[in-house]
């Protein structure tokens, strides 16, 4: 299957300041991502989709301005999380879409694990 | 009505034993559907898709859809301890660009 890679794993930062993460697809090309938050013991919450070139579409209820994402290549994505407060503390996954014989499917990141202390 | 609906368990199946996992879904539009395995504190890994009625077998697995009844099961064989874990059903229409998600099965293997 397709390799994708976050980068941190984890992460701890202090309220009020900004976190980066960044979505790799390995070895392959990816034009749209997907990034997920996940807190303990619920199920995924996609939280927007990242075109590259364009801007990203965001869920109903996730605050763009909060959540920046920049899609600037076909292997990478970002997602920042601006202004950090300890609610934002969760699991964030991204995923890449990826053909897989002839379907489309989803390969999802390690995840990157941030506490807002 | 979710568009995918899974049982949350848990479901715990003695190991050797079949583990059956259920996924019923609400739109007839959709063309393709996954199962996906996500282990505690990891993200999910794909394990299989079918997008044919009927069944599609992998190994261990077998993954069985049934469109007029809107319903696809995951099977797992001979279960081991390590299939213990959260099970996602998911579904792709057929213009959407993203899966959607069910809220996942959690399955035990006792020992």
């Known amino acids: 299957g397709a390799v994708v890679s976050q980068h941190p794993s984890r992460v701890i930062c202090k309220s009020g300041t900004s976190v980066k993460i960044e979505c790799r697809s390995l070895?392959?090309?990816?034009?749209?991502m997907f990034w997920y938050r996940q807190f303990p013991k619920q199920s995924l919450m996609l939280m927007a989709t990242?075109?590259?070139?364009?801007?990203?579409?965001?869920e109903q209820g996730v605050e763009k301005d909060k959540f920046l994402i920049n899609h600037a290549s076909l292997t990478l994505s970002t997602l920042t999380v601006t202004s950090a407060h300890p609610e934002d503390s969760s699991f964030y996954i991204c995923?890449?879409?990826?053909?897989?014989?002839?379907?489309?499917?989803?390969?999802f990141g390690p995840g990157t694990r941030l506490l807002v202390l | 009505q979710k568009e995918v609906e899974q049982n949350s368990g848990p479901l715990s199946v003695p190991e050797g034993a079949i583990a059956s996992l259920n996924c019923t879904y609400s739109d007839r539009g959709s063309q393709s559907f996954f199962w996906y395995r996500q282990y505690s504190g990891k993200s999910p890994e794909l394990i299989m898709f079918?997008?044919?009625?009927g069944d599609k077998e992998d190994g261990r697995f077998t993954a069985q859809l049934n469109k007029a009844s809107q319903y696809v099961s995951l099977l797992i064989r001979d279960s081991q301890p390590s299939d213990s874990a959260t099970y996602l059903c998911?579904?792709?229409?057929?213009?959407?660009?993203?899966?959607?998600f069910g809220s996942g099965t959690r399955l035990s293997i006792r020992p």
């Open positions: 079918i997008y044919s009625n």
């Open positions: 995923s890449a879409r990826a053909l897989l014989e002839i379907q489309e499917t989803q390969y």
């Open positions: 998911a579904r792709r229409g057929s213009s959407a660009s993203k899966i959607i």
């Open positions: 990242s075109n590259e070139g364009s801007k990203a579409t965001y």
């Open positions: 070895d392959f090309q990816a034009t749209t």
